[in-house]
Every structure is written in structure tokens, then in C-alpha cells.
């Protein structure tokens, strides 16, 4: 009498092959997601940084109104508090600078600076750059 081999599953040398390949697969893969990563969150911080320097433009315009310059007011209690709950961000420090001290010039924001975790940002009134540090000569906010 034959007796039926019912041989079912892999072998051996199938399954080192699917696992050989899945490492090549998580070696090629593992490094260009770490990049995303790493760009996603500088993406962020300038994110942070355009929403700080928004909710602070506002705030000067608030001034405007007023008729105080901004040095002024971010002396009044409340300014720099109204400037943050309103961006809604983590900031270690936040400095602007306005282009000079009469006419709309006094209320506009020339440079600017954002730095947390380690990361630093300078506006150079166009756009956002990283930078290796920035020494504040301007109206620190936080």
C-alpha cells in the first residue's frame, strides 16, 4: 500500500530566501524614511515660524490702530501672551525687528527669528533660512 505524503509549507531555504530579501527591502527602505522624517519636521518648525510672525504682524497692526509702536506695546502686559495663544506653537525664542522707528515702518516686521529643539530660523523679510544661531537686536517676544 502507498502511503500519500501530504507535504504542505515551505522549506528551509524558501523561507531564508523571503527573509533575506525583506532585509535588503528594510535596508534600502529604512534610510529614505528617516529622511522624510527629518525633512517633515524642519518643514514643521517653518510652519511655526510663518504662524509667529503672522500672529505678531497681526499684533503690530493692532498697535497701528492704536497708534503705539510696537516697542511700547509688547511692554503691555498681555501683548506677547496674545501673540503666542494665538500662533499656538512650541518656541523656545521668538525676535522680530521692525524696518525703522516712524510711518508704517514702525508697525512692519522686517527680520525675524524662531528657534526650539536645537533649530534655528531666521526671517530675512522674504523668506525663512536655517541658521546656526541668531543673536537677537530686535523685540524678543519669547
Known amino acids: 500500500m502507498k502511503k500519500k505524503m501530504n507535504n504542505k509549507g515551505f522549506t528551509l531555504v524558501e523561507l531564508i530566501v523571503v527573509l533575506v530579501i525583506l532585509a535588503i527591502l528594510a535596508a534600502i527602505l529604512v534610510p529614505a524614511l528617516l529622511g522624510y522624517i527629518d525633512r517633515a519636521k524642519k518643514q514643521q518648525y517653518v510652519l511655526n515660524a510663518k504662524s509667529l510672525?503672522?500672529?505678531?504682524?497681526?499684533?503690530?497692526?493692532?498697535?497701528?490702530?492704536q497708534d503705539k509702536k510696537p516697542a511700547d506695546g509688547l511692554a503691555e502686559t498681555g501683548a506677547t501672551a496674545r501673540i503666542l495663544s494665538t500662533a499656538d506653537v512650541d518656541v523656545t525664542n521668538f525676535?522680530?525687528?521692525?524696518?525703522?522707528?516712524?510711518?508704517?515702518?514702525?508697525?512692519?516686521v522686517s527680520e525675524a527669528a524662531y528657534s526650539y529643539n536645537g533649530v534655528v530660523l531666521v526671517f530675512n523679510g522674504t523668506a525663512w533660512e536655517e541658521a546656526d544661531s541668531y543673536t537677537p537686536k530686535a523685540l524678543v517676544i519669547k
Do not use: I, R
Not at 500672529?55 to 497701528?64: G, I
Open 53 to 65: 510672525l503672522t500672529a505678531t504682524q497681526a499684533e503690530f497692526s493692532s498697535f497701528y490702530g
Open 95 to 108: 525676535s522680530v525687528k521692525v524696518k525703522g522707528d516712524s510711518g508704517h515702518d514702525a508697525w512692519t
